[in-house]
């Protein structure tokens, strides 16, 4: 597929989707709807995609399709194949997001959690997950809104805008911002770690599962 200059790290380039989607876009779609999706696409889905290869291509830190790969089926596992910004639980209010976490915890369904962090705080705002990778704790968006530009702690809301998220992903997973590890200390020259890639967002969760969706975004990408 035909190559653009990635932005060196680091360095935030606005990123325009028209502009930027470079890559045979007819057949990446053709390709992604057989796998890693059901046989058909949305209108959501592919907006979703296109913003993510773009954002990708103005924000990545090497041109390097594995990458993208793999930041497309991080977002495809996290919002649960819509590609598009979501509330923990995929709960269509804040409100809602916060009800539904309340009774999860109440029921002892979250026995990991120490302290709730989707109660309203003394500014009455709530940290639960909000994105393409669903950041929480007011301290992720402290670090994310820091990383991006964008005031996530002021409104954190704006992790559900479409532009917002896939910066949030990419700078995140480019930066080892999530969890220390980055993108390129699992996808370099000499290596390609499809299932250790996953401690990139979150530890072992569904690692091979993610690995999978990683590889057929790869082989779509061509």
């Known amino acids: 597929m035909p190559r653009t200059p990635a932005a060196p ?3 935030n380039r606005d990123f325009d989707e028209e502009s930027e989607m470079t890559y045979d876009d007819q057949r990446f779609f053709k390709a992604v709807r057989r796998d890693p999706f059901p046989g058909r696409l949305t209108a959501g ?21 594995r990458r993208l790969a793999y930041c497309l089926a991080t977002a495809f596992h996290e919002t649960g194949g819509r ?3 979501v509330r923990e639980t995929f709960a269509p209010s804040d409100a809602a997001a916060i009800a539904r976490l309340e009774r999860a915890y109440a029921s002892g369904l979250l026995p990991q959690v120490r302290r ?7 500014d009455g705002k709530s940290w639960f997950g909000r994105g393409l990778v669903q950041i929480t704790h007011r301290r992720n968006y402290e670090k994310l809104a820091e990383a991006t530009g964008v005031d996530l702690v002021g ?12 910066r949030i992903l ?3 997973m480019r930066d080892g911002l999530f ?6 200390d699992a996808f370099d020259g000499r290596q390609a770690d499809w299932t250790g890639a996953r401690r990139i967002v979150n530890g072992r969760d569904r690692a091979a599962l993610v690995a999978g969706y990683g ?3 790869l082989a779509a990408l061509g």
């Open 155 to 166: 409104e954190p809301g704006r992790a559900m805008e479409l532009d917002v998220a896939v």
């Open 83 to 85: 590609m598009q910004p």
């Open 170 to 172: 990419v700078i995140g």
């Open 215 to 217: 590889r057929a975004f």
């Open 179 to 184: 969890s220390g590890m980055r993108l390129a």
């Open 45 to 65: 889905q592919v907006s979703g995609m296109a913003a993510l290869v773009a954002g990708w291509r103005a924000l990545g830190d090497a041109d390097d399709p």
């Open 9 to 11: 790290a680091g360095k």
């Open 116 to 122: 709730p962090y989707w109660r309203l705080d003394a």
